[in-house]
């Protein structure tokens, strides 16, 4: 019904066959990419920041053949892809954060991961959650956190330098990097133990592997049969990882009874207990939901831009040097924490310009919950799309001939947008009411894990770096990123 009518409307596709829709097409694109990316491997001097058709071929593919906006198949599940920003302002003008859905094939196949969190949950229950969840965010809030990310931080510095210490030069520094940043997450947000908060860091990451590292067939019929295994494995991770957030919630709301915690810093869990008595109220299930939203959405988006931050330093020394100086004039001997790392505005372009080249999330989804008039074109109500962020980001039309170079200083005069023609053609955080809630927390980390980093070490590139930058529901470097460091000497 729905691709009928965006047929009559002129959107067009490649051909899908019944039951797998352009599954195939898309497991044979991403064979041949990975077969030539093996290759590349060995030349670690060409490095290109041209990823598109890299990351996604199938739909730099269609896009060559039907557009900037089309429909591709998912099973029996039609999906518009949208990558022209101006296409994408009409058609987000008039809706509403609480009228915007999310595709149904992917709240099922994701519910192990998010449950009904804020990302996944619709109309009136979003604007409950939305609600209750967004004061916990405030930057007063915020501000009592970057003690936290500071110590853990230093922690992983003092594993650097006796890694250093011990004759090695190189440092595998994704693997670093997330780990850092799901302790700062379990700490910031729950109070979580390190014991426990390593325990849902490596269920989730088993279950990001289980659910996207393979091919997928959401859309297609009876999947759920033939990926009975698979399935059956992310429910098993995501009820350990449920149970584990069972017992750090009613731990503090026990203690929060007993008087306990009085005066200390606040974590985001507290913040939304405190709205107990409030008719606002999350549900126990609903607060599980989230605090598994906020594990994986906050410390792996954050943790990407860091690493990829780490690559495109090391590729540009003369960039690792500018920030070294700002930090320098602007924080000097002071401690490093929410205030003093405000006025680093060069750190901000260099986060913007790492999110351009590598958005760590790689693309949105949206179900039309009415129809939607863009011009002259309906889209209707049911409609999943696909929104290419990754596209947008490496389109010459947008950004110009410097399209794929990283060139932070082109966020000096326009900080939002970066100088890109569209309003609507950068959207690292996505749009809208359904705009980002943790993105203000997220530069607080990145400035303070980046500024800590940059003062004790100077790194390069390996050698052994193979650049493989790959979808996994986020954009990740698919062979992990080691990078040689080199302390510095203050
Ligand atoms: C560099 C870091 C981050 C990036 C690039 C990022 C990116 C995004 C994007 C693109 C969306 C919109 C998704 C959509 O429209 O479908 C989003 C939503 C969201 N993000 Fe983030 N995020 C980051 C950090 C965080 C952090 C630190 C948290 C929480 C601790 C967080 C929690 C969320 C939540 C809960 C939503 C759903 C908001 C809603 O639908 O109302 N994110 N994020």
């Known amino acids: 019904m729905v691709y009928k009518k965006l047929k009559r409307n002129g959107l067009n596709?490649?051909?899908?066959?019944?039951?797998?829709?352009?599954?195939?097409?898309?497991?044979a694109f991403k064979k041949k990419r990975s077969d030539s990316s093996l290759s590349s491997c060995?030349?670690?001097?060409?490095?290109?920041?041209?990823?598109?058709?890299?990351?996604?071929?199938?739909?730099?593919?269609?896009?060559?053949?039907?557009?900037?906006?089309?429909?591709?198949w998912l099973g029996t599940e039609p999906f518009l892809c949208i990558a022209d920003p101006e296409f994408l302002k009409k058609m987000a003008a008039g809706v509403l954060g609480k009228s915007w859905g999310k595709p149904d094939v992917?709240?099922?196949?994701?519910?192990?991961?998010?449950?009904?969190?804020?990302?996944?949950?619709?109309?009136?229950?979003?604007?409950?959650?939305?609600?209750?969840?967004?004061?916990?965010?405030?930057?007063?809030?915020?501000?009592?956190?970057?003690s936290l990310m500071v110590a853990s931080t230093n922690e992983m510095l003092d594993r650097w330098t006796s890694i250093l210490n011990s004759g090695k030069k190189e440092i595998e520094v994704e693997s670093e990097i997330i780990t850092t940043a799901g302790e700062i997450i379990a700490k910031t947000s729950f109070g979580m133990d390190y014991e426990n908060g390593k325990k849902v860091l490596h269920k989730l990451r088993t279950m990001q592997r289980v659910l996207f590292a393979s091919n997928r067939y959401v859309g297609v019929p009876f999947s759920k049969i033939f990926c009975y295994k698979k399935n059956l494995e992310a429910k098993r991770l995501g009820d350990k990882i449920d149970a584990l957030f069972l017992i750090t919630i009613n731990d503090r709301i026990k203690s929060k009874e007993a008087g306990g915690r009085a005066g200390k810093e606040k974590n985001l869990l507290d913040l939304m207990l405190a709205d107990k008595d409030c008719r606002k109220t999350l549900t126990t299930r609903e607060l599980v939901d989230e605090c598994k939203t906020f594990f994986f959405g906050g410390h792996e988006t954050t943790a990407l831009a860091l690493i990829w931050t780490l690559l495109l330093l090391a590729?540009?020394?003369?960039?690792?040097?500018?920030?070294?100086?700002?930090?320098?004039?602007?924080?000097?001997?002071?401690?490093?924490?929410?205030?003093?790392?405000?006025?680093l505005k060069k750190?901000?372009?260099?986060?913007?310009?790492?999110?351009?080249?590598?958005p760590s999330a790689p693309n949105a989804q949206r179900q039309a919950k009415d129809d939607i008039r863009v011009g002259e074109v309906v889209i209707p109500k049911g409609t999943n799309m696909w929104i290419d962020i990754v596209s947008m980001n490496h389109d010459r039309d947008l950004w110009g001939d410097t399209v794929n170079d990283f060139r932070p200083e082109r966020f000096e005069a326009d900080g939002v947008h970066g100088g890109c023609n569209s309003k609507m053609g950068y959207l690292p955080f996505g749009f809208g009411g359904r705009m980002c809630i943790g993105r203000n927390l997220s530069a607080m980390e990145y400035k303070i894990v980046l500024t800590l980093i940059l003062t004790r070490f100077s790194f390069s590139p390996s050698p052994y770096y193979c650049h493989s930058p790959v979808v996994m529901l986020s954009l990740r470097p698919g062979k992990g990123l080691p990078l040689l460091v080199q302390p510095i000497n203050n």
């Open 347 to 358: 750190m901000e372009w260099v986060m913007s310009e790492s999110l351009r080249l590598y």
């Open 106 to 146: 992917f709240r099922n196949d994701r519910k192990p991961m998010f449950g009904n969190g804020l990302i996944m949950v619709e109309g009136d229950d979003w604007i409950r959650h939305r609600s209750v969840i967004t004061p916990a965010f405030s930057p007063a809030n915020l501000k009592a956190m970057g």
């Open 315 to 343: 590729l540009n020394p003369e960039w690792q040097n500018q920030l070294r100086e700002e930090i320098k004039q602007v924080i000097g001997d002071q401690v490093v924490d929410a205030t003093t790392i405000a006025g």
């Open 13 to 27: 596709g490649p051909s899908p066959s019944f039951p797998l829709g352009n599954i195939n097409d898309m497991v």
């Open 42 to 72: 060995l030349i670690t001097n060409t490095i290109s920041h041209d990823i598109h058709s890299n990351v996604v071929p199938h739909l730099a593919q269609w896009q060559k053949s039907h557009g900037k906006v089309f429909i591709y």
